[in-house]
């Protein structure tokens, strides 16, 4: 089945570390993106990619990092400079990068602080 | 600047009432309009989306929709609710050049009561 697949389901980070969130997927899209939900609000997006070895800053993108090295994979890595990362995180991709085109979802990844 | 607003942070309906779930936008120019349905700890799947023409859009799992211009709404509605549906809805309107820059509203959170 096509799709996208998220992993870990749950990470726990230490002060001071920085951990990398994996998202890949066998969709062929090529546009792909990571959303930071928070309880009680919206997605924010914070970083998007519309093809390979290139992506944009979203709305967040402070204290985050990405790569889009091949086309399946798009890693975002949470750098100790983010101070508030307990959030879940959510990675979305599109077939076109055009407004019209439905977003498809993982199933997330929740981030907390130890 | 684009912006979604869900006045209902949290709804309780009976199994089997009808339903409907506000959504108002501020778009410059004709939106594109999403509704997303999220279950606990889970990604977001697309209901239905509105581009243009018919006013009416008919999504997945009963769900419709529709479109006043002169309101700048988009309110989702079931003729009659499935325990099923309790869930997570977030509206969103679409940015024409990307995807991923779709703005979110804060959802709105249905409980269904046997």
């Known amino acids: 089945d096509g799709g996208i697949t998220q992993s870990p389901k749950y990470l726990f980070r230490k002060e001071g570390q920085n951990v990398t969130l994996s998202c890949e997927q066998n969709l062929n899209h090529d546009a792909m993106y990571w959303y930071r939900q928070d309880p009680g609000q919206g997605l924010r997006l914070i970083y998007y990619s519309q093809i390979v070895n290139d992506f944009q800053k979203g709305d967040i993108a402070e204290g985050y990092s990405v790569s889009r090295e091949k086309k399946e994979s798009f890693p975002l890595t949470v750098t100790s400079a983010q101070k508030n990362p307990t959030a879940f995180y959510l990675c979305?991709?599109?077939?076109?990068?055009?407004?019209?085109?439905?977003?498809?979802f993982g199933s997330g990844t929740q981030l907390s602080v130890l | 600047a684009q912006s979604v607003t869900q006045p209902d942070i949290h709804i309780t309906v009976s199994e089997g009432a009808s339903l409907e779930l506000r959504c108002n936008y501020s778009y410059g120019a004709t939106p594109y309009l999403f509704w997303y349905v999220q279950s606990p700890g889970q990604g977001l799947q697309l209901l239905l989306k509105?581009?243009?023409?018919?006013?009416l859009v008919q999504g997945i799992k009963g769900f419709e929709a529709e479109f006043k211009r002169s309101q700048s709404s988009f309110n989702l509605r079931k003729p009659s609710v499935h325990w099923s549906d309790a869930a997570e809805y977030f509206c969103a309107v679409g940015a024409r050049t990307n995807a991923g820059k779709s703005t979110f509203g804060d959802g709105t959170t249905l409980t269904v009561k046997p």
């Open positions: 979305a991709s599109s077939r076109t990068g055009t407004g019209s085109e439905k977003l498809f």
């Open positions: 509105y581009f243009s023409g018919d006013t």
